[in-house]
């Protein structure tokens, strides 16, 4: 049976579902009322939050695993994108690929995974436009689509420097630098570390034992095998199917 099948009864409750899809949402108002009332020092770790929050829901619409009709999974996709400054459906293809051909010399997303740390540090930041690229080389069936993400992205940085302008408020701008960080980071904590990290590995069994509390942040490094094996799962869940479901091969996804 396939995995799909075998794992199509762990999906998300509604309940569930209104939490996965408000988190990053309920998280950026949090990160704005910080930021208009001057707590800097509260507001850059939320944006980094909203930022890990908004990756795991773009990433859940990818694979189609929030249990959403397909015009409103689009439309998350897109939002979800756009709270990181990405185009959600540029990542998608490059991230598609990665998951059928994970670690060959054709998967651009997990390129990272194959080289030395030190090149993953000071490439890292220059990846995530290479990235951007090799979307539009892959699949130019959605260069529309594409390529309108990106323009609404230049109109919200646009937006971020009218707004420090206009009013003085670094809000735009602050969020720009913590998206930006997150992005050049991207390689490392998205690619290298799940890739070389074998779920036996002690800090990956410790985050597999917190998973539950908060998954953006530890669930995608504790369970990476099982997701790659699973990938219908919702993040959420993938706990659920560590321990419910056959336990994947590791081999094929670690360098």
Same mark, same amino acid.
């Given at each position: 049976?396939? &995995?799909?099948?075998?794992?199509?009864?762990?999906? *998300?409750?509604?309940?569930?579902?209104?939490?996965?899809?408000?988190?990053?949402?309920?998280?950026?108002?949090?990160?704005?009322?910080?930021?208009?009332?001057?707590?800097?020092? /509260?507001?850059?770790?939320?944006?980094?939050?909203?930022?890990?929050?908004?990756?795991?829901?773009?990433?859940?619409?990818?694979?189609?695993?929030?249990? $959403?009709?397909?015009?409103?999974?689009?439309?998350?996709?897109?939002?979800?994108? $756009? *709270?990181?400054?990405?185009?959600?459906?540029? *990542?998608?293809?490059?991230?598609?690929?990665?998951?059928?051909?994970?670690?060959?010399?054709?998967?651009?997303?997990?390129?990272?995974?194959?080289?030395?740390?030190?090149?993953?540090?000071?490439?890292?930041?220059?990846?995530? $436009?290479?990235?951007?690229?090799?979307?539009?080389?892959?699949?130019?069936?959605?260069?529309?689509?594409?390529?309108?993400?990106?323009?609404?992205? #230049?109109?919200?940085?646009?937006?971020?420097?009218? $707004?420090?302008?206009?009013?003085?408020?670094?809000?735009?701008?602050?969020?720009?630098?913590?998206?930006?960080?997150?992005?050049?980071?991207?390689?490392?904590?998205?690619?290298?570390?799940?890739?070389? #990290?074998?779920?036996?590995?002690?800090?990956?069994?410790?985050?597999?034992? #917190?998973?539950?509390?908060?998954?953006? #942040?530890? &669930? &995608?490094?504790?369970?990476?095998?099982?997701?790659?094996?699973?990938?219908?799962?919702?993040?959420? /869940?993938?706990?659920?199917?560590?321990?419910?479901?056959?336990?994947?091969?590791?081999?094929?996804?670690?360098?």
């Amino acid at each position: 049976m396939k &995995s799909t099948a075998i794992s199509a009864h762990l999906q *998300l409750t509604p309940s569930q579902r209104y939490v996965e899809l408000a988190r990053p949402w309920v998280l950026a108002a949090l990160y704005i009322g910080l930021a208009m009332v001057g707590w800097w020092w /509260l507001a850059v770790p939320v944006a980094v939050a909203v930022c890990l929050a908004a990756f795991v829901q773009m990433h859940d619409a990818m694979h189609n695993a929030l249990g $959403l009709s397909k015009p409103i999974n689009e439309r998350i996709l897109t939002m979800s994108g $756009l *709270l990181i400054l990405k185009s959600g459906h540029a *990542l998608q293809v490059t991230h598609l690929r990665h998951h059928g051909r994970c670690l060959t010399e054709d998967d651009p997303e997990g390129a990272p995974a194959t080289w030395k740390f030190s090149r993953v540090l000071w490439q890292g930041p220059w990846h995530i $436009l290479m990235l951007r690229r090799e979307s539009l080389r892959i699949a130019p069936n959605t260069r529309r689509i594409q390529l309108l993400e990106t323009a609404f992205t #230049v109109l919200l940085l646009a937006a971020f420097v009218a $707004l420090y302008f206009l009013t003085g408020s670094l809000a735009g701008l602050v969020y720009w630098g913590v998206a930006f960080f997150m992005s050049a980071t991207m390689p490392v904590w998205a690619s290298y570390i799940p890739h070389h #990290v074998a779920s036996r590995n002690p800090a990956a069994r410790a985050a597999a034992a #917190v998973a539950q509390l908060w998954t953006p #942040v530890v &669930s &995608s490094f504790a369970f990476h095998h099982v997701h790659h094996h699973y990938p219908r799962v919702p993040t959420a /869940l993938l706990y659920r199917a560590a321990a419910e479901l056959p336990a994947p091969p590791e081999k094929l996804h670690h360098h």
